[in-house]
């Protein structure tokens, strides 16, 4: 059993930076952050597998977000930069045990409480 618990998210003017946390505990295979702006699908953002440390982010965000996990404490992270009102929406991390690291949310077992994000214009 995965259990995840975010903290991080709050109000940024456009250009700000924001860096949110997930607590993990038990075994992992994939962790990713997704997000999900009022009436929009929940989309993928950045994920990691978490044996090798591989990255892959979504095109809106590459080169101002950074996934990263810190094994020593059982945590993940996601430090967002240059942050863009489009930016705005719910973000919750998600993981799965066994060997899955794709875009689909619905296939994510684990998820968290989520922690909203809120960019300013």
């Known amino acids: 059993q995965v ?20 607590a993990v505990s038990g075994y992992t295979y994939c962790m990713g952050w997704f997000r999900q702006a009022p009436g929009k699908e929940r989309e993928g953002v950045a994920r990691l597998w978490s044996g090798s440390g591989d990255t892959v982010y979504t095109d809106s965000v590459k080169g101002r977000f950074t996934i990263s996990q810190d094994n020593a404490k059982n945590m993940l992270y996601l430090q967002m930069n240059s942050l863009r009102p489009e930016d705005t929406g ?20 684990y998820w968290g ?7 300013s214009a």
């Open 3 to 22: 259990q995840l618990a975010e903290s991080g998210g709050g109000s940024v003017q456009a250009g700000g930076s924001l860096r949110l946390s997930c």
């Open 113 to 119: 409480q989520g922690t909203q994000v809120t960019v």
């Open 90 to 109: 719910m973000y919750s991390c998600a993981a799965r045990s066994d060997g899955y690291c794709g875009t689909d949310w619905l296939r994510y077992s």
